[in-house]
């Protein structure tokens, strides 16, 4: 319980840290009249107060491992990637969030599917069903946000897919592969249990 309560005031931690990041960097790049960055500063601290909401509003208790997986998540991918500009540093940066969305989003489909049943007090379910409901979750929600990104750029005229197929494509079974990972290890787990 202690342990639990230590990671808890971590990720509170960890994310007031990218808060003050975001409201320097707002600052900084508001001075220097880069308000395409200020934008995107404002958008993460946007993101983490409706992800913040989104657990208080659904009075979801999110398992500190998971919490601090997606933190780590929006800073790799809004924060290091879009704000500082490390795509061109970091080779495959792309490639690297989509393998790890995979498995972030997995556990999140899990972690709905368990809470859906415990609100509807349908008791313990069967182990594969839970692991089919999150890798489908996540393969699902890495086809969204393709359609996302495939919107967006049509919309604003960016160029988040490369313009190219192959790179949506990638993306996605990227995420696929990732997320059937994080099923194996979980059929494992439960394997061993029973």
């Known amino acids: 319980m202690q342990e639990t309560s230590r ?8 994310e007031l840290i990218l808060y003050i990041i975001c409201g320097v960097s707002i600052i900084y790049f508001g001075m ?22 989104l657990i208080t509003w659904t009075k979801s208790e999110l398992p500190p491992a998971l919490r601090f997986s997606v933190l780590v998540f929006i800073t790799i991918t809004m924060m290091l990637a879009n704000l500082f500009s490390l795509y061109g540093v970091i080779p495959y940066l792309d490639k690297i969030e989509h393998l790890l969305s995979g498995v972030i989003l997995f556990f999140v489909g899990q972690f709905i599917l368990i809470k ?41 005229g960016l160029n988040s897919q490369n313009g190219s197929l192959t790179d949506t494509m990638i993306d996605m079974i990227c995420g696929t592969l990732s997320a059937l990972v994080a099923s194996f290890y979980l059929f494992v787990k439960a394997r061993r249990k029973t």
């Open 7 to 14: 990671n808890h005031r971590f990720n509170y931690f960890f």
């Open 32 to 53: 220097t009249g880069n308000y395409g960055k200020t934008f995107q500063a404002g958008l993460i601290i946007f993101v983490l107060l409706l992800f913040r909401g």
């Open 116 to 156: 859906m049943a415990k609100r509807k007090r349908l008791g313990g379910l069967p182990s594969n069903i839970i692991v089919w409901f999150a890798f489908f979750f996540a393969v699902a929600m890495a086809g969204m946000w393709e359609i996302y990104e495939f919107t967006v750029d049509h919309l604003f």
